[in-house]
Antibody
Framework: QVQLVESGGGVVQPGKSLRLSCVAS????????MHWVRQAPGKGLEWVTF????????YYADSVKGRFTISRDNSKNTLYLQMDNLTAEDTAVYYC?????????????WGQGTPVTVSS | EIVLTQSPGTLSLSPGERATLSCRAS???????LAWYQQKTGQGPRLLIY???TRASGIPDRFSGSGSGTEFTLSISRLEPEDFAVYYC??????????FGPGTKVDIK
């Protein structure tokens, strides 16, 4: 069965960096585009970024453009999110998600999330 | 960029009642690429409906989706205790960002 397990979250000071990881199993990782979606405390879902199956193309929400970088290592079945220059507004649970099929953005599988707190 | 609004913000119903949730898009959603997700407290979201009306694998038939263009509806025919949750609509397809609506909370009356 499809499994997505995020890690790397924690407490970090404003202006610092953090890298999240998502290890995938149960499917051919290199065949699917992948996403990060976040949820601030008590708030709704916010799509953050996605990367094509082969890593060639990435898209970002305006709120993170220039500060966050999505990448993947298909040999390790792992998705990454490098987060730089963090602010309090980046405090959220970060979910890794997989496209259901070849249609971008239809999020058929989700991890349980990893929490990130940006605080001094 | 498509903006989604959902109504009502909160829906208070009893088990066995019918729930009707609305999602409105700021512009027409191409190919009816509109999905609904369910999220329970402390859990990741789960895909319920895609293509506006197709149930995802394993989703009970009490969940149904309808609509086209800019107006979409998620219906739950008879609420079960496990259906009390927050529901989000989302557009997807070729154009990022893949925005979510703000959500509708269905809680027990």
């Amino acid at each position: 069965q499809v499994q997505l397990v995020e890690s790397g979250g924690g407490v970090v000071q404003p202006g610092k960096s953090l890298r999240l990881s998502c290890v995938a199993s149960g499917f051919t990782f290199s065949s699917y585009s992948m996403h990060w979606v976040r949820q601030a405390p008590g708030k709704g879902l916010e799509w953050v970024t996605f990367i094509w199956f082969d890593g060639r193309i990435q898209y970002y929400a305006d709120s993170v453009k220039g500060r966050f970088t999505i990448s993947r290592d298909n040999s390790k079945n792992t998705l990454y999110l490098q987060m730089d220059n963090l602010t309090a507004e980046d405090t959220a649970v970060y979910y890794c998600a997989r496209d259901l099929s070849t249609i971008f953005g239809l999020l058929g599988y989700w991890g349980q999330g990893t929490p990130v707190t940006v605080s001094s | 960029e498509i903006v989604l609004t959902q109504s009502p913000g909160t829906l208070s119903l009893s088990p066995g009642e019918r729930a009707t949730l609305s999602c409105r898009a700021s512009q027409s959603v191409r190919n009816n690429f509109l999905a609904w997700y369910q999220q329970k407290t402390g859990q990741g979201p789960r895909l319920l409906i895609y293509g506006a009306s197709t149930r995802a694998s394993g989703i009970p038939d009490r969940f149904s989706g309808s609509g086209s263009g800019t107006e979409f509806t998620l219906s739950i025919s008879r609420l079960e205790p496990e259906d009390f949750a927050v529901y989000y609509c989302q557009h997807y397809g070729n154009l990022a960002p893949f925005a979510f609506g703000p959500g509708t909370k269905v809680d027990i009356k």
